[in-house]
Each structure stands twice: as structure tokens, then as C-alpha cells.
């Protein structure tokens, strides 16, 4: 058997990263640990761990880099949620940023919103009954 374990994301400021991930969208910070010698330091965040059959976002903090070029070929990561319109009220209640508040996918009927984190990753939220229709794009 196979499955996705990780996404990994650069952060300019660690911290800022996993209060986002887990204060606002309520994860939880799963491992993290530092490497001296090529200064660097990793935390995993996620709703379960890998070995209980999760994938999970690796946070990557590079000591002394403070900015990160995310390119055009990322698109995003997203997340499925019973209620994407609660949870997009309990994130703008947290200081997340909605940049695109919840409804209906053009064109068709799954409801989607975006939030982006504090590095400026897009995350979407697929309303949960709808999360394996294949959707979504920004």
C-alpha cells in the first residue's frame, strides 16, 4: 500500500506558522526538531499523525531566511471540513485570512473557500460531503 505522508512548506518565521496551523485551522503540532549543524529547524502539523494513516504538512524553517519566492506552480493545499462556513467564521474570529469567502465552485455546486497563512500559501476548505468531488480551482 501507498499514500501521501507529508507536504512540505518553507516558512519565513516557524512560530507564526504553527500558531497559524494549529490555533486557526486546529491542528495539531505533531513532532518538531532542530538541526544544528545545517540549521534548520522541522515541525509537523496535521489532524492525526502518518502512522494512523494521515497526510500532514512538514514546516521547514531554513535559519536566517526570512522570505521565500513561491513561484506560479504551487497552487494550493486543501482541507476537508463538516462546515467550511463555521470554519470560515471560527478562522476570521482567529485572525485568519479569508480570501475567499464560502459558496458554490464556479460552474458548479461543491463550496469551497480560500484562507492563506501567514507565508502567503493558499489553503482551500472543500465542504467535507463534497471534499472527493475532484474540485476547486482559485
Given amino acids: 500500500m501507498s499514500q501521501v505522508l507529508h507536504t512540505m512548506?518553507?516558512?519565513?518565521?516557524?512560530?507564526?506558522?504553527?500558531?497559524?496551523?494549529t490555533d486557526v485551522l486546529g491542528m495539531k503540532l505533531l513532532r518538531q526538531s532542530s538541526n544544528e549543524e545545517y540549521q534548520y529547524t522541522l515541525a509537523f502539523v496535521g489532524y492525526g499523525d502518518e502512522s494512523e494513516g494521515h497526510a500532514v504538512i512538514e514546516l521547514t524553517y531554513n535559519w536566517g531566511t526570512d522570505r521565500y519566492e513561491h513561484g506560479n506552480a504551487f497552487g494550493h493545499i486543501a482541507l476537508g471540513f463538516d462546515d467550511i462556513y463555521a470554519a470560515c467564521d471560527k478562522i476570521r474570529a482567529s485572525g485568519g485570512n479569508i480570501t475567499r469567502e464560502p459558496g458554490p465552485v464556479l460552474g458548479g455546486s461543491t463550496h469551497i473557500a480560500f484562507v492563506t497563512d501567514p507565508d502567503g500559501y493558499k489553503i482551500e476548505l472543500i465542504q467535507r460531503s463534497q471534499a472527493t468531488a475532484g474540485l476547486g480551482n482559485d
Fill in 9 to 21: 512548506l518553507r516558512v519565513a518565521n516557524l512560530d507564526a506558522a504553527i500558531a497559524f496551523y
